[in-house]
T-cell receptor
Framework: LAKTTQPISMDSYEGQEVNITCSHN???????ITWYQQFPSQGPRFIIQ???TKVTNEVASLFIPADRKSSTLSLPRVSLSDTAVYYC?????????????FGTGTRLQVTL | NAGVTQTPKFQVLKTGQSMTLQCAQD?????MYWYRQDPGMGLRLIYY???????DKGEVPNGYNVSRLNKREFSLRLESAAPSQTSVYFC??????????????FGNGTRLTVT
């Protein structure tokens, strides 16, 4: 199983850039790295996905080094509404199907 | 386009009672999943269905059964509820099950309390 390790929590002020790093040392060759955001009382929501190098969308950027053993989610200029739990997920092929498992997540608190 | 719909939203059971949590998706996805999330914890996979007609165990399958009724629907059954099953249950779907390349789409959860 491709286990992930993330910081348990992070604090930031509004307007700052936030970088959350996820470690996944035994990632498999064809695994993707996906990040999700979860607000209280809601299901997780897809943010961004990548395989290697850098991916950017309207919400975030994802940086993946060449060895792919870690990845960094970058949130530019966070606001109070970015306060949430962020999960790093690495695809795991259990044979013919994928047992997609979540780590513990990083609780981001944004304050004024 | 509703995405993933879960029913009921809330449920209270007594120990030993049974119930079925329903999940339906309208995105024509092949794979569906059931997760549970305990307070302050991450999500743990209970069961998943890679495609219609197949189901398999996840991390924490004990005390649960599932049925992939058709491509749209995937139900989770608790035959004899226990207090340890008090949790929020999330259903999710993805276009395909391979190596995480296909993002998960989640419902808004069923909050279950077993007394």
């Amino acid at each position: 199983l491709a286990k992930t390790t993330q910081p348990i929590s992070m604090d930031s002020y509004e307007g700052q850039e936030v970088n959350i790093t996820c470690s996944h040392n035994n990632i498999a060759t064809n695994d993707y790295i996906t990040w999700y955001q979860q607000f209280p009382s809601q299901g997780p929501r897809f943010i961004i996905q990548g395989y290697k190098t850098k991916v950017t969308n309207e919400v975030a950027s994802l940086f993946i080094p060449a060895d792919r053993k870690s990845s960094t989610l970058s949130l530019p200029r966070v606001s109070l509404s970015d306060t949430a739990v962020y999960y790093c997920l690495v695809g795991d092929d259990g044979g013919t199907a994928s047992k997609l498992t979540f780590g513990t997540g990083t609780r981001l608190q944004v304050t004024l | 386009n509703a995405g993933v719909t879960q029913t009921p939203k809330f449920q209270v059971l007594k120990t030993g009672q049974s119930m079925t949590l329903q999940c339906a998706q309208d995105m024509n996805h092949n794979s569906m999943y059931w997760y549970r999330q305990d307070p302050g914890m991450g999500l743990r996979l209970i069961y998943y269905s890679a495609s219609e007609g197949t189901t398999d165990k996840g991390e924490v399958p004990n005390g649960y059964n599932v049925s992939r009724l058709n491509k749209r629907e995937f139900s989770l059954r608790l035959e004899s509820a226990a207090p340890s099953q008090t949790s929020v249950y999330f259903c999710a779907s993805s276009a395909r099950p391979d190596r995480g390349g296909s993002p998960l789409h989640f419902g808004n959860g069923t909050r279950l309390t077993v007394t």
